[in-house]
């Protein structure tokens, strides 16, 4: 089994920056590939972002540039900092962990996932 616990969110003004944690625990091969997912009131989940263990990143489209996914093994927390935040961004975050690296910024692809924390930004 593997355990995911999300913080860092709250509210910031457009411009802003935030850096959400995802500190994880139980079976590390069940945990390859890490990502971070939204999902804003009346819309489907997005991919945002995702690391897997040797390194490699995807990012989507909308946040490249502004997002930045990183991991720290000794601690086995995932990171993601968020600059230059937009209103558009507004929406609970979710990060999720799945055994290995295919469809990274699919939701499908993913086994377990945190509660969620919330990023609200204001114009």
């Not at 040797?54 to 927390?77: C, E, H, L, P």
């Not at 995932?78 to 799945?98: F, G």
Request: charged content about 20%; hydrophobic content about 30%; some cysteine.
């Amino acid at each position: 089994q593997v355990h995911l616990v999300e913080s860092g969110g709250g509210s910031v003004q457009g411009g802003g920056s935030l850096r959400l944690s995802c500190a994880a625990s139980g079976d590390p091969y069940r945990r390859y590939c890490m990502g971070w997912f939204r999902q804003a009131p009346g819309k489907g989940r997005e991919g945002v972002a995702a690391i897997a263990r040797d390194g490699t990143i995807s990012y989507a489209d909308s946040v490249k540039g502004r997002f930045t996914i990183s991991q720290d093994d000794a601690k086995n927390t995932v990171y993601l900092q968020m600059n230059s935040l937009r209103p558009e961004d507004t929406a609970m975050y979710y990060c999720a962990a799945a055994g290995r690296w295919f469809r990274p910024l699919t939701d499908n692809q993913y086994n377990y996932w945190g509660q969620g924390t919330q990023v609200t930004v204001s114009s």
